[in-house]
């Protein structure tokens, strides 16, 4: 298997720094995680596919998809606006 990627790049926490791994912990149910980078505080909540058989490798990698795709830019946009 090679799911997971050492080297696959993570974008940095909304507060500015810079994130070399994420941190898991069970969501609001078996289905979900909490997803955080840096520990200052900021994670999300992201749905893992339950369907497929357990591999906590491709649950990391769900988060870091789910991570980067966090709309960080668009959020400091509009408080930066206001
Ligand atoms: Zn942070």
Do not use: H
Not at 4 to 12: C, E, G, M, Y
Not at 46 to 54: H, S
Not at 61 to 67: F, H, L, T
């Amino acid at each position: 298997m090679t799911l997971s990627n050492p080297n696959r790049a993570l974008k940095p926490c909304p507060c500015g720094k810079p994130v070399e791994r994420l941190y898991m912990t069970e969501g609001s149910t078996f289905r979900w995680r909490y997803v955080e980078g840096c520990g200052c505080g900021w994670m999300i909540e992201t749905r893992i596919d339950t369907m497929r058989p357990k591999d906590s490798a491709v649950d990391y990698q769900e988060c870091v998809e789910a991570w980067n795709e966090m709309p960080r830019a668009s959020v400091g946009d509009r408080l930066n606006r206001e």
